[in-house]
């Protein structure tokens, strides 16, 4: 039986990310764990207990005592934040901006982090975020680093949005996919940074298939060392 990889999946906004970490997720069989949705839940659980997110310290608590959880479900993953399922609540716009304030925090980033490794140190698991190769596990058999330009991204996005009846402006998208980079690349924590040891792939002009082959090949060329 092959061995249980611990897969490590990050890049910025848009690269490709969650659908990549679903996919491979669901071929291998193993958990699929979404960092970001992570820090989604915090902000979530700020919003709702009225916690300032100038409030360091009461965000910390708020991280200290959340309880995440990953279950698979017909529809794909399910995030449950302390028993109840928040997948579409955690989306909004307002937790979207949020987030980043809440993700920048460096005692939140050590709670989360402890929960990451806890659910991840078996094995079994595509983790995708922006520190998963470089801070969580930076041991994991298999690290990969997606990007593609802002434009590709962008357009990516606008399209999700408005095939979903958002209407929005493409400009618009690109220049909030760019600050999202910005915000990523310059916090002072942890840092979307790619790790020497990074496989990087660039998703510009592939499809979901293409990279999704990519990536199964790496791991099993991995499981074949392993
Ligand atoms: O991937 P996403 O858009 O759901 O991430 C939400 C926010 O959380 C985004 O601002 C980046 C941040 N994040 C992070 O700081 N570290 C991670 N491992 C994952 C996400």
Do not use: W
């Not at 017909?74 to 449950?80: I, M, P, Q």
């Amino acid at each position: 039986m092959p061995k249980q990889l611990i897969v490590a999946i990050d890049g910025p906004s848009g690269a490709g990310k969650s659908t990549l970490s679903r996919c491979v997720a669901q071929v291998l069989g193993y958990l699929n764990i979404d960092t970001g949705a992570m820090y989604r839940c915090v902000a979530l659980a700020a919003q709702r207990q009225g916690v300032d997110p100038s409030d360091a310290q009461g965000l910390a608590r708020l991280s200290r005592s959340v309880r995440i959880r990953f279950t698979p479900s017909a529809t794909g993953e399910r995030v449950l934040l302390d028993d109840v399922d928040v997948s579409d609540a955690i989306r909004t716009p307002e937790v979207s901006l949020l987030t980043p304030k809440v993700a920048a925090i460096p005692a939140v980033r050590d709670a989360m982090v402890a929960q990451q490794r806890k659910m991840g140190e078996k094995g079994g698991v595509v983790l995708e975020g922006r520190d998963i190769g470089s801070v969580v596990f930076p041991a994991a058999e298999v690290k990969i680093f997606l990007i593609a330009t802002a434009e590709e991204r962008g357009r990516r996005r606008f399209a999700e949005l408005t095939a979903k009846g958002v209407q929005i402006d493409l400009a618009r998208t690109i220049a909030e996919i760019k600050e999202r980079d910005r915000l990523d690349i310059t916090r002072t924590h942890s840092p979307l940074v790619k790790s020497a040891d990074a496989i990087e792939i660039d998703t510009t002009g592939l499809t979901i298939d293409q990279v999704q082959q990519r990536i199964l090949q790496i791991v099993q060329n991995q499981n074949r060392i392993c």
